[in-house]
């Protein structure tokens, strides 16, 4: 005896990655922003944005970590401040913000920056000043110089990064805290400045500043093209005017620290 019966279908895909979003002429559009909706992205950065005691700890335990690593030339130590990666959160959150033209947010992740870049800064010099700092340690030295594959690793990492944000894969965060890792370069330019070994100091920003931007582009590019934006039509003209001089303006800045790299490795 044989029986059949019909083979079941696929279940039909939920539309958990399309939202709806009104268009200029009062009509509402679909858009594709990954797996997660625009409200649980943005309450995940949002909290990146602010300044809390917890951030504040995770910035001075990760610079302690990172120095210690340097010193003691140490990769596995300096990882695992790479994965702490508090300075990664309010760069991404600086970029959504720019993308959805959220002035408020954009203020917050700014402050939540530069008080996370002061505080690496000021304990790193402390440290510079107090240990014995030899520029001839590997992973110092290794972080007073760049090129133009660390531009690209950067780019390349923080569309990985954001990709895995609108996914909502932490997972995936790993890799991106350690490729393009803020604070290991901004503790060398801190120690370097301690120890006055100002000739080292300047690769070593030019570093930082690599990081800094190509994540910011890549972010800001990346949310863009995944059609993350605001739910109303006049905050999307907002929004995209926005998003253009953001992208104008990291571009410029990656323009002008292409050009200094090139100089100071005597291409131009």
């Known amino acids: ?79 695992g401040a790479m994965v702490i990666a508090p300075l990664l959160g309010p760069n991404m959150a600086l970029a959504l913000g720019t993308t959805l033209g959220d002035t408020e947010l954009i203020g917050r992740a700014l402050k ?10 000021v304990l790193s010099i402390v440290v510079g000043m107090v240990f014995a700092v030899d520029p001839a340690i590997g992973e110092l030295s290794s972080r007073t110089q760049v090129g133009l594959g660390d531009i690209a690793l950067a780019l390349a990492a923080g569309v990985a990064g954001t990709l895995s944000f609108t996914k909502g894969l932490p ?26 070994n100002m000739a080292l100091v300047p690769g070593a920003v030019q570093l930082v500043m690599v990081n800094i931007i190509c994540v910011n582009l890549a972010a800001v590019t990346t949310f863009f093209f995944k059609g993350v934006r605001p739910r109303t039509w006049w905050e999307t003209k907002k929004a995209q005017k926005a998003t253009r001089i953001a992208i104008i303006i990291w571009s410029g800045l990656l323009i002008i620290l292409i050009a200094a790299i090139l100089r100071s490795q005597g291409y131009i």
Not at 112 to 121: K, R, Y
Request: charged share 20%; glycine share 8%; net charge negative.
């Open 1 to 79: 005896v044989e029986a059949s019966i019909p083979r079941p279908e696929k279940p039909k895909k939920e539309d958990d990655d399309v939202e709806v979003v009104e268009n200029g002429n009062g009509k509402e559009e679909n858009s594709n922003i990954g797996r997660i909706s625009r409200e649980e992205l943005y309450a995940g950065m949002d909290g990146n944005a602010n300044i809390t005691s917890v951030y504040l700890v995770l910035v001075v335990l990760s610079s302690i970590v990172a120095s210690i690593g340097i010193l003691k030339d140490n990769v596995a130590i300096i990882i």
């Open 171 to 196: 997972s995936a965060l790993i890799g991106v805290m350690v490729a393009v890792a803020l604070l290991p370069p901004t503790v060398t330019v801190g120690m370097l400045l301690g120890s006055n």
């Open 112 to 121: 939540t920056n530069l008080a996370g870049i002061a505080a690496t800064l």
